[in-house]
């Protein structure tokens, strides 16, 4: 009994070692197939040797399987022989998931198969999606497989099932969470060649500014929807005036402990993002943005990043900025009187104005405050007390100046004194003679005083001033995708702007064009021809506008291809 159990110990040991050097033999015999690149035929002959020492090893299967969908790809001409090696490929994965049924790869691989078969006998009955689905199920989202499947499912959608859509929608969706910009791109891609259902994407893309913009440049470069490219525009500035009011909240809260370096940083990024904002919203109907809202957070911004300025004992003129900003934006009386109050208790303000004359650059911004608070009569009386004294001004200081005597003018305008209104005028356009905006006032007081004569001269001199009626540019081309930008010096009226355009002879492509107007959009469309005498049946673009006086910025974009502008 004794020597029969040595027997039997001894014999499984002798087995033992044998499977294990089968498993071994088999093992090694799959790496060599692996590294086995340029011949799938001396690969398959590797394997099949492998498969004589173990028949257990799923990835034995697998390469077997790999091998013969290379070779059923090669031989895509030959279709007998190509269905011959897909369908030996279908065969060993079979094998392999027998074994291991958790392989994705395996899965993958077979659905692969499974769907060049069906491409080469429609005859042949497979469903190759529930693999794929279960190559992406158990791979999981973060996977390249799962990337993969759904890239597959886009590329069928017209074939898909609703319910292979509806799963295809979900493994995009949580693609695309990852924010992968090559992904996107790839997945747009093959949306618009197979899809071109704006649907699925409003499903897929997430809720994300930079992926908004970046989908809307999609659309315009490829000559997609005009509509559904603003609509994301306007969808993307709605998330970047949420992200600029908690920015601004943020800084409030911090600038209530004091921390004024941070709080001012919070209010500048703030006021970066609401100069970034272009209204797309105007071109779509839909208001997603409070303009009112905007103002006040845009005012809110500025007077807040002034105060962390002065608090932290900075100079004034760091401030200066900001709050001509916030009082170009402020049409209240009382806000402006507890700015003033907070300029006067920190030594920034004199607590009454025309005290000295020393500094104009501080009695500019002092004769602001009062004007915006209705103080008129004080405006007036400083007028005087600058009639009656000597006031050296520095050629560094004349701007201010200039601007300290219109708005004593327009004080006496105010409170019906015109004709001295008009004095204060004149004297600032002998130190400033150009000045449009002094000789607009002039002419507003002569209007009032009925003075015709003098009307017509001065309406010559602004003339004079304000960029020509019709700019010829002799064809100035505008590369797709740059900007135009062009300076345009008006009086602040409604104006109607024309765009003269020449688009290449036979294009097929109409030109999607963005025009943009003292920093807002004004008009995004494709252009079509005019209806022109002839042959000139170049594309005019009509625009009316208001205009502010001074400099008006005008930005031409063209989105999808190249154009001239001949004239405006």
Not at 130 to 148: D, M, P, R, W
Not at 237 to 248: I, T
Not at 416 to 441: I, M, S
Request: net charge negative; charged share 30%; proline share 2%.
């Amino acid at each position: 009994m004794t020597k029969f159990k040595r027997f039997l110990l001894l014999a499984a040991i002798a087995t033992a070692v044998a499977v294990n050097i089968f498993i071994y033999l088999n093992t090694h015999l799959c790496y060599r197939a692996k590294e086995e690149t340029e011949s799938p035929e001396k690969k398959i002959r590797i394997l099949k040797r492998a498969n004589l020492f173990y028949p257990s090893n799923d990835s034995a299967y697998y390469e077997l399987g790999k091998a013969h969908f290379d070779l059923g790809m090669e031989n895509l001409n030959d279709k007998a022989l190509s269905k011959d090696h897909f369908q030996k490929s279908i065969q060993q994965f079979t094998r392999s998931l027998r074994i291991n049924p958790a392989s994705y790869f395996c899965h993958f691989n077979l659905a692969q198969s499974l769907l060049y078969m069906s491409y080469l006998d429609p005859a042949f009955e497979a469903d190759s999606y529930e693999e794929y689905k279960k190559a992406a199920l158990l791979a999981g989202h973060n996977s390249q497989i799962y990337y993969e499947v759904g890239k597959i499912f886009l590329s069928l959608w017209p074939k898909l099932e609703e319910e292979d859509r509806n799963f295809a929608l979900k493994t995009l969706k949580k693609i695309l969470e990852r924010k992968d910009r090559q992904m996107i791109q790839t997945v747009l891609h093959i949306w618009e060649m197979n899809v071109h259902d704006y649907r699925v994407i409003e499903e897929i893309l997430p809720e994300d500014g930079s992926i908004y913009n970046m989908y809307a440049a999609f659309l315009g470069e490829r000559s997609l929807s005009c509509e559904e490219r603003q609509m994301y525009l306007a969808k993307a500035e709605l998330l970047e005036f949420e992200r600029a009011r908690n920015e601004h909240d943020s800084g409030e809260g911090k600038f209530q402990y004091y921390w004024l370096k941070k709080a001012s940083q919070d209010f500048l990024s703030c006021l970066r993002r609401l100069e970034r904002i272009r209204f797309y919203q105007n071109l779509t109907g839909r208001e997603l943005i409070d303009v009112e809202d905007y103002l006040e957070l845009k005012k809110s911004a500025n007077l807040n990043v002034a105060k962390c300025i002065l608090e932290e004992g900075q100079d004034f003129e760091r401030a200066q900025g900001y709050l001509y900003s916030y009082l170009a934006l402020e049409d209240e009386v009382a806000p402006v009187r507890e700015l003033e109050t907070f300029l006067v208790l920190r030594g920034f303000a004199k607590k009454k104005l025309g005290a000295s004359f020393d500094d104009l650059g501080r009695l500019y911004f002092q004769t602001l405050l009062y004007f915006k608070q209705n103080r008129y009569r004080d405006i007036v009386r400083v007028g005087r007390l600058l009639e009656q004294s000597f006031v050296v001004v520095p050629e560094e200081k004349k701007e201010e100046y200039v601007k300290v005597l219109q708005l004593i003018g327009d004080s006496y305008q105010k409170v019906d004194y015109l004709y001295d209104a008009g004095g204060f005028y004149r004297r600032a356009l002998e130190f400033e003679p150009g000045n449009l905006e002094t000789l607009l006032r002039i002419r507003q007081n002569y209007e009032r005083l009925n003075e015709d004569e003098k009307l017509q001269e001065i309406d010559e001199k602004i003339e004079s001033l304000l960029t020509p009626r019709q700019i010829e540019l002799k064809r100035f081309k505008i590369e797709k995708g740059r900007r135009s930008a062009h300076t345009l010096i008006l009086d602040g009226s409604e104006i109607i702007l024309d765009l003269n355009f020449h688009s290449e002879e036979g294009s097929r492509i109409p030109p999607m064009i963005s025009v943009f107007f003292n920093g807002r959009v004004v008009w995004e469309e494709y252009l079509k021809k005019s209806e022109g005498i002839g042959q000139d049946t170049h594309p005019v673009l009509s625009l009316s506008l208001k205009s502010k006086v001074g400099e008006n910025s005008l930005v031409v974009i063209p989105v999808n291809t190249s154009i001239e502008l001949h004239r405006m």
